[in-house]
């Protein structure tokens, strides 16, 4: 996006290339900031916005060399005359210009800009130079300007480019965004448990946790996209569980237990997301408890630990864990992996503003025997992808497939 009053009309377009399932990253320029929030786009996009050529964390993780490369299409809505030149020109100096220089994709532009500026032979030249490049236009249309003259620079509207766009990208050129899974796990039985558990105390109360079940419901939907058999077994949550997973609903601990180790012998991958409750309470009342003494004790007892115990079974699928800790990140994910015997953990913190329970993104830190790496803060859907694509290569490197093809 470049700076236009045209701009506040990409908020559109997001919300409809998202609705039609395509992946959005949105760069803006400077000045496009100055039009519209950047926050605007990260909500509507569902990830991070980029703004700057040059800035540390961008660069580690997702810089302009590694943008350019995850686009199959750009699409540079508004494009102000200024960025056409420097397109024409091939100049290099903020974000937009400089990964749409690095980029092979194909690159479509929606000009946008006051009708004197579109007529000015300047602007043509540049424009007639773009298109023997093969870079694709789009608009812009004649009608009323935001500065109040008639004339051609409108930009097209949301729903035109939308259309151009989805044309474009199941054409045989471009593969579609769904289409193009960035791993496959193909004829993979995976077994996953998310959401928090619940422990009731009475007929009217429970014990639970934060979980909102965000992540593990992500895995099993990647998974699923990327061509693997998924059962998902769920603590109460309020998310909508992917139409073709095996839906397995419990709600203690001891019924997680019970529906993940009586099936995990038959999966290729086992992930334990869920937020299993340690205690639950020692014995649930048949009745419902009385307030009656200024202090009263609960007596909880530990509960069976599923990770641990999958990851004991003789012909045992490959085992993934979850840590979140508020401290010592490392130190408790290392030792969880070593104790539980699982073949990987996927860290992250809790309790602090970085994502975690409830949100939308977060950040993993994953271990295994003799490695980690860092996923850096994305929407937990990526995330899940990441994480996929990670166990796929440690398993390759393990050979554990159980049930290939
Ligand atoms: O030991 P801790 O509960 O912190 O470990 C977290 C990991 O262990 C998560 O993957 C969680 O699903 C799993 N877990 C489990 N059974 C329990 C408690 C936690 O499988 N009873």
Request: charge should be neutral; proline fraction near 5%.
């Amino acid at each position: 996006m470049c700076g236009g009053i045209a701009a506040y009309k990409a908020a559109e377009l997001v919300r409809l290339l998202r609705k039609q399932n395509a992946e959005v990253q949105v760069v803006m320029t400077e000045s496009a900031t100055q039009f519209v929030s950047a926050l605007t786009f990260q909500a509507l996009s569902g990830n991070p916005v980029q703004t700057q050529l040059l800035d540390e964390y961008e660069e580690q993780a997702m810089g302009h060399i590694h943008l350019a490369r995850w686009a199959d299409l750009i699409m540079i809505a508004p494009a102000t005359a200024n960025i056409i030149a420097k397109l024409s020109y091939g100049l290099a100096d903020d974000l937009v210009s400089t990964l749409s220089l690095a980029a092979t994709c194909p690159i479509y532009i929606a000009p946008a800009m006051n009708q004197a500026m579109w007529r000015n032979p300047a602007t043509q030249e540049n424009i007639a130079r773009l298109q023997q490049r093969a870079v694709t236009l789009i608009g812009p249309e004649q009608g009323e300007q935001a500065c109040g003259e008639m004339g051609f620079g409108r930009m097209s509207e949301p729903a035109t480019i939308c259309q151009h766009l989805m044309t474009a990208l199941s054409s045989e050129k471009i593969s579609p965004p769904e289409s193009k899974p960035p791993l496959s796990l193909l004829g993979l039985k995976i077994l996953i448990s998310a959401g928090p558990t619940r422990e009731p105390l009475d007929p009217v109360r429970y014990i639970t946790n934060r979980s909102s079940g965000k992540m593990g419901y992500a895995l099993a939907e990647g998974a699923l996209q990327a061509g693997a058999k998924v059962t998902l077994v769920t603590g109460p949550v309020v998310l909508q569980a992917p139409a073709t997973a095996q839906l397995i609903q419990v709600e203690t601990a001891e019924q997680m237990y019970l529906a993940v180790t009586a099936r995990a012998q038959d999966y290729d991958i086992y992930i334990g997301a869920a937020a299993v409750a340690d205690y639950s309470p020692a014995q649930a009342k048949a009745q419902k408890i009385k307030k009656q003494e200024q202090e009263t004790t609960l007596v909880l007892q530990k509960t069976k630990d599923i990770l641990a115990a999958v990851a004991s079974l003789p012909d045992r699928p490959f085992v993934v864990g979850f840590a979140a800790e508020t401290d010592d990140l490392e130190g408790y994910a290392k030792r969880k992996l070593q104790g539980k015997k699982l073949d990987m953990i996927a860290a992250n913190w809790v309790g602090k503003a970085q994502g975690g329970f409830e949100k939308d993104e977060n950040s993993l830190h994953v271990f295994w025997h003799g490695g980690d790496r860092v996923l850096a803060m994305t929407d937990k859907k990526q995330l899940a992808r990441q994480l996929l694509g990670l166990i796929i290569e440690r398993m390759n490197e393990k050979n554990t497939v159980k049930n290939p093809g």
